[in-house]
């Protein structure tokens, strides 16, 4: 169950109204301290564990989370809904992930890792006003002229909200434990897409 | 809208309770309800008798199913429901055994539309609580047959049997009217073509073909040792139990089935079927040889504890496989059409239980049915957990994870 609770001032990193669904948007960079039950809860959700397969103990995640807070080639993010935790998102430099082995990277391009955790969010259609928001905020950084991302060949349903986003499929590639749909959306595609 | 969803799910589960608990209620005394009233002595009747009705479902089940295709299931339910409530009662105006099994026949034609119940509950529930669904539904079928079983045993010493399917139909309509008033705002259409299903996926026949011959043989071995068990064990060369024993022991895998709802709810997730399937059968094996083979009342009565709990694990198991791997638009003709391939391991296990006995001896159908289990195990290995895809569970669509999650 979601907490309804909103935190003390949570220093949102970044924050929009989203008309399509009537609720406001927000992502801020996870806090160990803060969010360690929080994922540790939602990475052993049976929907989350056969695809992030890190159902972890607490202490395992601990370790896990302070090495990936730590690692320079990624940021981490909690992402919000109308002021509530929901989403566990992870923004990265592509030139710096296992994806530079399949193309060839601009050094600001970038890549999105997600799940919506709280299963009383899930199937509601979220996922691409969430995922919209995540790229209008990578895009932010304005040497950024492209977003990549990785799904699941098998995860249709994924790819289609990709596409809906804004993202191109590439081609088919092999990662160590996927075959997955190499996808990118440029900032001209996304920007000539939503911008109103 | 919670508390009506679960209104609802209560009184879609209290259908599938009376509708086992009707047809559970005669089965184990059909022998005496036949002698008693309409003077048929010959035992053999009652194995014809059994036969043409397994029969009938075998042919019928995967109609509904099919029909459930095009027309929306709640008016289907209806019309087998009010079709049921009309058989039953001309069932009780019967006057020779040969018209009691006309009116079965005409029964189970309408009745078999009663196994559109589950795989709806199924569809309104949502892919994720389906564990929960199915732990809820194997306790509630098992339940249903110990309470058909004692009201069975307290039936057929009646004056008059005849008169209680009166009872039974007016238990039918008490379901048809139920039925009515909960279904009254839902949509039981089915989905439209899955837009969402891979190719592999979609392709269903193969996988449902395999899954079928699973469920053949998971119910040909478990209903193997059903009609001779309490034969074995009041044997007085083996554990000389009385008749009242010996029906408590027959009861013990189905009160062990209701024991084992909140581990099916709790662990019974789409990525773990396989391990919990493929362990479950292998202990199924082992406990259905240990009760042919020991000579320790002490070791069958624990060896039918664990039988039970994981008898009603494995069939959960795999049930929650084949809702998992049908498309939603597909999920009631697969389901009728799986019931069809269990009704057929219904069918011919008491002609494999008799040859079996006839032949060996009383202890013969457990040793058979624990080598029948290890094939299974082979063969769902290969097949059904092995060779086709593995369900994409729910939230999927709300995910992409790193390669290489797995740190």
Known sequence: ?196 | MKVEKSLGFSALFLCVFLAIFSEVLLSPFYPQFFSKVFGVEDLAYTGFYIFVCRLTVVICAPAWGFLARFLEVKYLLYAGQLGAVVMTALMATSTSANQFLAYTICLLLFKSSYLLVYPLIIQLAGKERQSAIAGTYQAVFHGAIVAGTIAGAWMVNLETPLRLFYGVAAADLFQFCLCLFILRKVSTRQPEKSETATGKIGNQWGFMVAIGLVILTFQLANNLVRPFFTAYVTQPEKFNVDLVASSYLFMIPSVMAIAALPYIRKFCKSERLSSIYLIGIAVLAATLFLQGWTNSLGIVVLARIVYGFCLAVTQATLELRLFGNSSSDRLHFNYSLAMSFANLGHLSAPLLASWVVSSFSLAAPLWVAAAICLANLAFAKWTIFGGFPQPIPVGIEEQSPPAGAKR
């Open chain 1, 1 to 196: 169950m979601a907490s309804t609770q909103v935190e003390k001032k949570p220093e949102f990193a970044y924050q929009n109204y989203d008309s399509t669904l009537d609720k406001t948007i927000a992502f801020r960079e996870v806090q160990l301290g803060e969010d360690l039950t929080r994922i540790h809860n939602w990475m052993n959700q049976p929907h989350v564990i056969p695809f992030w397969n890190l159902g972890l103990e607490l202490d395992k995640m601990q370790s896990h989370l302070e090495r990936a807070i730590a690692d320079t080639h990624q940021t981490l993010y909690i992402g919000y809904l109308d002021g509530v935790p929901m989403s566990y998102w992870e923004s990265y430099w592509t030139k710096d992930d296992i994806i530079a082995n399949c193309y060839q990277p601009h050094p600001e391009d970038q890549g999105i890792h997600l799940l919506i955790g709280e299963p009383d969010y899930l199937g509601k259609g979220y996922a691409l006003p969430l995922l919209k928001a995540m790229t209008a905020f990578q895009l932010q950084h304005l040497q950024t002229q492209k977003i990549v991302t990785e799904p699941d060949i098998r995860n249709q349903k994924m790819i289609h909200v990709f596409e809906r986003c804004g993202f191109e499929f590439q081609r088919e590639i092999t990662l160590p434990d996927k075959q997955a749909a190499l996808m990118f959306c440029s900032r001209d595609r996304f920007m000539e897409k939503w911008e109103s």
